[in-house]
C-alpha cells in the first residue's frame, strides 16, 4: 500500500467521520423539534383541561352556593309572628314551621353538612392545581425551545439545521384569548 493508498483511505475516513456527523447532528436536531411539538401540545391540554375542569367546578359550586342560599333564606323567612298576631296566625305559623323542618331534616339527611364551603375550596385547590400544571408545561416547551435555539444557532450545527430547514422557535407567548384565566361569576 502506498502513499496514494493511505490518502484514500485517511478521505474516506473524513468523508464517512463528516457524513456520520452530519447525520447524527440531523437526527438530533428533529429529535429536539419533536420535544418542542410535544411540549406545545402538553400546553394545549393544559389549557383545555383548565377551561373544562373550571367551568364545570364552578357549575358545581354555583349549585351547592344556591342550594344553600335558597334552604337558609327560607328559613329565615320564617320569622316569629309578632306578639299582636291572632291564633290562627300562630297556628298557621307553626304548621309552616314544622313543615320547613320536615323538609329541612330531608336536606340535613342528604346533605349532613353544608356542601357550599366544602366545593369552594375545592375550586380553589383545583385552581391552583390546574395552574401548576399549566406552568410547568410553559416551563418544558421553553426549556425545548431553547436547546433548540442553542443549538441551531452554534457552528457547524447551524448548517446542518439551515439544510434540513430548522429555525429558531419562539417562546411560549399564549394568544390574548388563553391568557385570561377563566371567569368565575356567582
Same mark, same amino acid.
Given at each position: ?31 429536539? &423539534?419533536?420535544?418542542? &411539538? ?13 377551561? &373544562?375542569?373550571?367551568? /364545570? ?22 320569622r316569629q309572628p309578632g306578639a299582636n298576631a291572632s291564633v290562627e296566625d300562630k297556628a298557621a305559623y307553626a304548621n309552616q314551621i314544622t313543615s320547613a323542618l320536615k323538609s ?5 339527611? /342528604?346533605?349532613?353538612?353544608? /356542601? ?5 375550596? /375545592? ?64
Open positions: 500500500m502506498g502513499t496514494v493508498g493511505i490518502v484514500l483511505i485517511v478521505v474516506a475516513v473524513i468523508i464517512i467521520a463528516i457524513v456520520w456527523w452530519y447525520i447524527s447532528t440531523m437526527n438530533r436536531l428533529r429529535k429536539i &423539534d419533536v420535544k418542542c &411539538d410535544e411540549a406545545l401540545s402538553g400546553i394545549d391540554v393544559a389549557l383545555t383541561k383548565r377551561y &373544562d375542569t373550571l367551568t /364545570k367546578m364552578l357549575e358545581v359550586t354555583k349549585g351547592y352556593a344556591k342550594h344553600e342560599y335558597e334552604t337558609l333564606k327560607d328559613i329565615i323567612a320564617m329541612l331534616n330531608v336536606v340535613v339527611e /342528604k346533605y349532613p353538612e353544608l /356542601k357550599a364551603d366544602t366545593q369552594f375550596s /375545592k375550586l380553589n385547590d383545583h385552581i391552583a392545581q390546574i395552574e401548576d400544571n399549566l406552568q410547568a408545561s410553559r416551563r418544558l416547551y421553553n426549556s425545548n425551545v431553547t436547546r433548540m435555539n442553542q443549538a441551531i444557532v452554534v457552528f457547524p450545527t447551524s448548517i446542518v439545521a439551515n439544510r434540513i430547514g430548522i429555525s429558531k422557535r419562539s417562546f411560549f407567548e399564549a394568544e390574548e384569548m388563553k391568557r385570561q384565566d377563566v371567569e368565575m361569576k356567582f
